[in-house]
């Protein structure tokens, strides 16, 4: 248990960051004294939808142990991925960068782009080749986990890396110290082995800091779940009746209502795994010193291979910078915080975890590595939150069948410029969450101006672009 000298000390070191910096650079390796500096343990979801938890406003799925840690956390209602699918999205998490500047703009393992656009467009040949982009995370970026590590933190994986394959490329090369990798195969299954391996590593580690990101597979397909579970959320689909859960859309097909059983199972299970974690966390007394995070990578499935989630109110999902693809889930538990179980409206990105999470520890920021984020300390303890755009690039056609775009928020507007037609879309996300009306002709002074804020921010970045395919043929 913490003693209340070092509590008091936490508590001093994390407020003394309040809108300041510490000295530049991670450098110094120091020994941490037991007790004195918090433990972070970190939850990432794969392909959790904004509307897939109960406490985000889910009537379908059954989320009690999630729910139950949102209560005792800061809930961010506008809260964003780096990018509208997984890799790229962690690369954003793990550096503290927007993926493009890293250049590591699509998911690693995607086809060639030439395969890419046949895949995503089988009707005809796309009308650009996809940006080439990078596979792997850069070894020179100081990761969040490296951070933690050079502090004398015990640093651990379990679950999902996707961050780059092979040994030079894996998570032991990146800061971790230890790597469950569990079953990727059978999503559900693996919740429970990522959970098991995350009880162990906190017992071994229960009188020494550590930063552990447990990262399951699911909720990404294929959907696996146990048949008892299925058959629970089979009944509840038939008490419901839900009418019209997928209609036709734009890209085809999109799911509106969410009534796929065997994925609320898997749901479920995810929030028992999590729950098991979290139960193991208060036998050790660890809770009382622990910095919770819990999040999503990218916004849910819902237009394309199976789509088995949907997002509404918002529009569209994975793989498209529609709100349905970047806003995501996300809780965040300080122990110290006075206000508990309150929402957070102001617009953040996952960027912004890795200069919090060393400001909540006391540890020293490193403004050229986490460029791209911000510390949201003020927000947590102020409300003052950051006066800033957020961008998005993914110049890439998905799976999802999305099209390569790039994006920005600005206060409640939002633009995105798409590259096939080269034309922008603007919303007011204040008036308009589902992105509805475009205001474009209307306002058009602010979506030029946003467009010009966006060209500048991707020619800073060096941004690389889809290119025009010379074997395209229009319909």
């Known amino acids: 248990m913490i003693k209340l000298n070092a509590f008091w000390k936490y508590l001093f070191w994390g407020l003394l960051f309040v809108g300041t910096h510490a000295p530049e650079g991670i450098c110094h390796t120091r020994s941490v004294v037991p007790g ?23 009537s379908f799925y059954d989320t009690p142990h999630i729910d139950a840690l949102a209560a005792q956390s800061a809930r961010f209602t506008n809260a964003y991925a780096s990018a509208p699918v997984c890799s790229p999205a962690r690369s954003g998490i793990m550096t503290g ?9 699509d998911w690693f393992g995607a086809l060639q782009p030439g395969e890419a656009a046949k895949e995503t467009r089988k009707e005809k040949i796309a009308r650009l080749l996809p940006a080439p982009y990078r596979d792997y995370l850069p070894q020179q970026e100081v990761t969040l ?14 679950g999902k890396w996707h961050l780059g394959a092979g040994p030079a490329n894996g998570p032991l090369t990146q800061g971790f110290d230890s790597y469950f990798e569990g079953n990727a195969k059978d999503s559900s299954k693996g919740s429970f082995e990522i959970a098991a391996a995350a009880t162990r590593f906190l017992e071994q580690h229960k009188e020494h800091p550590f930063f552990a990101c447990i990262s399951f597979y699911a909720v990404h397909i294929p959907v696996i779940a146990g048949e008892k579970n299925v058959a629970r959320y089979t009944a509840k689909k038939d008490r419901l009746k839900l009418q019209q859960p997928v209609v036709a859309s734009a890209w085809g097909k999109e799911r509106v209502k969410q009534d796929h059983e ?29 910095i919770v995070v819990f999040l999503s990578d990218n916004g849910g499935l819902s237009t394309a291979e199976g789509m088995p989630t949907a997002n509404k109110p918002l529009r569209g999902g994975k793989g498209w910078l529609y709100e349905g693809g970047i806003r995501v889930p996300l809780l965040l538990k300080w122990p110290v915080m006075k206000i508990k179980g309150h929402t957070i409206d102001a617009p953040v990105i996952n960027t912004d975890l890795y200069p919090t999470l060393l400001a909540l520890a006391g540890l020293p920021l490193d403004s050229v590595q986490h460029k791209d984020g911000v510390n949201l300390l003020p927000l947590l303890t102020k409300g003052k939150a950051p006066e ?8 890439h056609y998905g ?62 970045e060096k941004a690389v672009y889809p290119a025009p395919n010379p074997a395209y043929r229009s319909m």
């Open 36 to 58: 004195s500096y918090p433990n972070v343990l970190f939850f990432l979801i794969d392909d959790m939808g904004w509307k897939d938890l109960h406490c985000y406003g889910s």
């Open 97 to 105: 960068k927007y993926p493009v500047a890293m250049q590591t703009t």
């Open 145 to 158: 986990p490296e951070a933690f590590k050079k502090a004398g933190y015990a640093t651990f994986l379990a």
């Open 262 to 290: 065997r994925y609320a199972a898997m749901v479920f299970e995810t929030d028992q795994a999590v729950g098991l974690i979290l139960q193991k966390l208060k036998q050790l007394q660890l809770d009382r010193n622990t």
């Open 388 to 395: 800033r755009s957020l961008y998005w690039h993914y110049p």
């Open 399 to 460: 799976n999802q069948k999305g099209s390569p775009a790039s994006a920005i928020r600005s206060g409640n507007w939002k633009l995105i410029y798409w590259y096939e037609d080269e034309h922008c879309a603007l919303y007011n996300l204040k008036d308009d969450p589902s992105e509805a009306h475009d205001l474009a002709p209307v306002k058009k002074a602010l979506a030029k101006k946003m467009k010009a804020d966006l060209q500048g921010w991707l020619k800073r």
